[in-house]
């Protein structure tokens, strides 16, 4: 599966955004996903994860009540919808598809998209 992040941008703390992840192929329902991010100088850090169904979804307790996992099987898309972003939330979010019981490791991924950057200005 091929995936693209995208709907980064620049925005004000307090602020909102919406990331979706596209992913080609026709059997995106049999996967679950997750979003995963990565600030400059930092290690790749889990940041939501969303089962086949979208029935199960999973968070960094960083983001617990602020950030959203969903997705819409029949668009082939996973969205994460960011509110209430602080500076410390800037990094290049990307998605991947979950291949293994864990959810919060790097290792538990694969067909890592390319990232989208999100900035949130103080």
């Known amino acids: 599966v091929q995936l693209q992040a995208s709907g980064g941008g620049l925005v004000q703390a307090g602020g909102s955004l919406r990331l979706s992840c596209a992913a080609s192929?026709?059997?995106?329902?049999?996967?679950?996903m997750g979003w995963f991010r990565q600030a400059p100088g930092l290690e790749r850090e889990f940041v939501a994860g969303?089962?086949?169904?979208?029935?199960?979804?999973y968070y960094a307790d960083s983001v617990k009540g602020r950030f959203t996992i969903s997705r819409d099987n029949a668009k082939n898309t996973v969205f994460l919808q960011m509110n209430s972003l602080k500076p410390e939330d800037t990094a290049v979010y990307y998605c991947?598809?979950?291949?293994?019981?864990?959810?919060?490791?790097?290792?538990?991924?694969?067909?890592w998209g390319r990232g989208t950057l999100v900035t949130v200005s103080s």
């Open positions: 991947a598809r979950h291949i293994s019981p864990r959810w919060d490791t790097v290792q538990a991924y694969d067909s």
């Open positions: 192929g026709r059997t995106f329902s049999n996967y679950d």
């Open positions: 969303i089962t086949r169904s979208g029935a199960m979804t």
